[in-house]
Nanobody, 121 residues
Framework: QVQLVESGGGLVQAGGSLRLSCAAS????????MGWYRQAPGEQRDLVAA???????NYADSVKGRFTISRDNAKNTVNLQMNNLKPEDTAVYYC???????????????WGQGTQVTVSS
């Protein structure tokens, strides 16, 4: 059983900052890729940022230069530092991880429960 638990969402004014955190726990052998997605009402869920086990990152064009993703492989955590937030960043943010588990011996994507980020203008 694997769980992803997110924290750090909330309400912030435009130009402000928030930091999202996600911790994975359970029967984990290796986490190959971790990332953050977001979904606004009536929209599809889109990638915000992702990071591989080796530290390679990629970002959505809309957040480049404002958001920074990082991970701690020893703690199985991933963070998203969000600066200069804009109203269009308002969405539910979901943690995602591609996890190779021990029991069962398999690799698949796991999702967190989501955390709301609201940016007021």
């Amino acid at each position: 059983q694997v769980q992803l638990v997110e924290s750090g969402g909330g309400l912030v004014q435009a130009g402000g900052s928030l930091r999202l955190s996600c911790a994975a726990s359970g029967s984990i052998f290796r986490i190959n890729r971790m990332g953050w997605y977001r979904q606004a009402p009536g929209e599809q869920r889109d990638l915000v940022a992702a990071i591989t086990i080796g530290g390679t990152t990629n970002y959505a064009d809309s957040v480049k230069g404002r958001f920074t993703i990082s991970r701690d492989n020893a703690k199985n955590t991933v963070n998203l530092q969000m600066n200069n937030l804009k109203p269009e960043d308002t969405a539910v943010y979901y943690c995602n991880a591609l996890i190779h588990t021990i029991i069962p011996l398999a690799e698949r994507h796991y999702w967190g429960q989501g955390t709301q980020v609201t940016v007021s203008s």
